[in-house]
């Protein structure tokens, strides 16, 4: 099993639409997460972080269940602008040395 | 957030030779790492940059293929020994500016190609 499983899509969704991605992953001693954007042919770039309480920034709302070992991210009436692949991202820290696991990314293609 | 800077940020060698990429951050971070991105996939660590010491390598990974040094706590370079086709890739430094954040940023990336 990977340490961390995403759908890696296409999602394709209509202009307005409201599309949720899903990431589980597997080392229950993981203590951050993030949701990284990455557009095409560029370097990733830190979208949000992953709360326990849930944290919202805008149209995007992150979700932690941290019994499940599963985050979430929901973006509400989708731009064109939002097009990019989204990556799940645990970090674990230990003895201050940082692991840092990348899920495989979720593509999602906003249309007109 | 820390800058980073690569060099180069795009390639073509020949199969055999060696190509070192170099990374430059604008502030003097802790932890620095080197990643791979291969068409289509996600990102692979490749290893952690230590400064004053040996890399530390992730499974897969080893110092002869993938040397790297780290003089200072704003500069490391990665070299791609060897090269075969396989090893086209796109190649990207990463830090940590706060430790306790646990948030990585990026250079750009160097696209190498390897014909």
């Known amino acids: 099993r990977k340490e961390v499983e995403q759908d890696p899509g296409p999602f394709n969704v209509p202009e307005g639409a409201t599309v949720a991605f899903n990431c589980t992953y597997s080392?229950?001693?993981?203590?951050?997460f993030f949701w990284y954007r990455q557009d095409c042919r560029k370097e990733p770039k830190l979208l949000m972080s992953?709360?326990?309480s849930g944290n919202e920034d805008g149209r995007f709302t992150a979700q932690l269940n941290r019994a499940s070992q599963y985050i979430s991210l929901l973006i509400r009436d989708s731009k064109l602008s939002d097009s990019a692949t989204y990556l799940c991202?645990?970090?674990?820290?230990?003895?201050?040395?940082?692991?840092?696991?990348f899920g495989t990314g979720t593509k999602l293609q906003v249309i007109p | 957030s820390a800058v980073i800077s690569q060099k180069p940020s795009r390639d073509i060698c020949q199969r055999g030779t060696s190509l070192t990429i170099q990374c430059q951050v604008d502030s003097q971070v802790t932890m620095m790492f080197w990643y791979r991105q291969q068409p289509g996939q996600s990102l692979t660590l490749i290893a952690t940059a230590n400064q004053g010491s040996e890399a530390t390598y992730e499974s897969g990974f080893v110092i002869d293929k993938f040397p790297i040094s780290r003089p200072n706590l704003t500069f490391s370079t990665l070299t791609v020994s060897n090269m075969s086709p396989e090893d086209s890739s796109i190649y990207l430094c990463?830090?940590?500016?706060?430790?306790?954040?646990?948030?990585?940023?990026f250079g750009e990336g160097s696209r190498l190609t390897v014909l």
């Open positions: 990463s830090v940590v500016e706060r430790s306790n954040t646990g948030e990585l940023f």
């Open positions: 991202v645990v970090n674990k820290y230990s003895g201050g040395y940082q692991k840092v696991t």
């Open positions: 080392n229950s001693a993981s203590q951050s």
């Open positions: 992953v709360y326990s």
